[in-house]
């Protein structure tokens, strides 16, 4: 299926499981789970997985798909609103005593990815892979915090609606080619 993929983590968040007690980690982790799987929800999303302090959604495998165009807005649409709320979200925590604020990084990936059940006779998971997936994965591993990149391929279907900046080839992990990518600025 052609989908558009989002991945999402927390920017330092294994040394501040170091700094915090494990139950304020906690209380936090659930908060930025939470405030983000609300906005994913709202935008037509999909939570594939939680990855620690990460997240994974999808668009286009649900029956809210308006078509690859429309999928992309959408998930891009979510990105900045997530952004957006982690503003927010960082002056509750503040107020809580977390002085060092957190700051998440977002990566954005549309094309055709494979979907199914994987796994063991004991363990299946519903799940998306593919090159398409790894791409998105990597935008995130390698976006500043507080930014959204996007590759190419997303940026073709959104750059009508969404002001981008063009940040150029940037070279990932697993690929042999350079990707060119897009940083978000706003609808």
Known sequence: KRLTIFFADIKGFSQMSEELEAETLTDLLNSFLTEMTK????YGGVINKFMGDGVMVVFGDNANSSGARQDAIRCVSMAIAMKRRIKVVQHEWFKKGIRK????RMGINTGYCTVGTFGTADHLDYTVLGTHVNL???LETAADPGEIL???ETWSLVKD???CRDKGDIHVKGFSQPIQVYQVVDL
């Open 39 to 42: 906005i994913a929800t709202q």
């Open 101 to 104: 604020p957190l700051q998440i």
């Open 136 to 138: 998105a994965s990597r």
């Open 150 to 152: 996007i590759s190419y």
């Open 161 to 163: 609606v969404v002001m």
